[in-house]
């Protein structure tokens, strides 16, 4: 009798613990789905950038979330709603920052996604991967548990950034012919007034993009002002 009353007491026990670990999942799931629903929520509560200015700006530390400025909001409804976006950049508008934010939350959360930066120098494109590694690893450890990558951080390329899940981050210099042998979701094409070939690199786009295309620059005379325009007018008109 006592060995079966002990046998019952350790079911209900064993049941008990079951329902609490998966009340915890629950939870735990819940928390990493409103952290990453957005990109406006996880830039600005969950992912920092890094600023090499903070010295002189007065800042208290290097690694910051994203001010929760509405345009940031804006700038993410318009990526969501558009295949194709141009953006007109200028530098206090962390635009660059923003895109990468964008496109990074996308690799991590969704299984097999690829993307690419561009820029018209390796050195500059590299900048960018570091965007998206500092996005990654300033997150907190439990929303980097959930989306793990497939290999440590330190140990990932210069010019990559991969996710357990399949999906990738890669960064090419310019030029329409780096495009041709990926065939990314997504593809960021920066400071698109200083490379000669982003007519090029916008078609290739086209051809083998299969999610977003952003192109994002300064403005400047060359294809990407009269390009920019031309859309603007066409819509328009």
Known sequence: MRSARFRRR??????????????RKVNANDRVKEATED?????TKHAMTYNEHW????RPDPYEHFPPYPYFQDVFD???AERVMWFEKSRD???S???????TLQAMKTPFRGVLFQTQKVDKVIQLIEYAKCLYKTQPEWLKEAFPLKKPI????????????????AGIPGGADQIRSYHPWGYLN???????????CYNEALAVVKGKIIFNSSAGPGWYADARHDIVRNEEG
């Open 10 to 23: 350790l079911e209900q026990l064993n049941k008990r613990v079951d329902e609490l670990q998966n009340k």
């Open 39 to 43: 990109p406006f929520t996880w830039v």
């Open 55 to 58: 010295v002189e700006e007065g």
């Open 78 to 80: 318009l990526l969501d």
């Open 93 to 95: 508008l962390m635009l």
């Open 97 to 103: 920052w923003t895109c990468v934010a964008y496109l």
């Open 154 to 169: 330190e140990k990932q390329p210069e010019l990559e950034l991969e996710f357990a899940n399949g999906s990738y981050i």
């Open 190 to 200: 920066d400071e698109s007034s200083f490379q000669p070939e982003a007519g090029e």
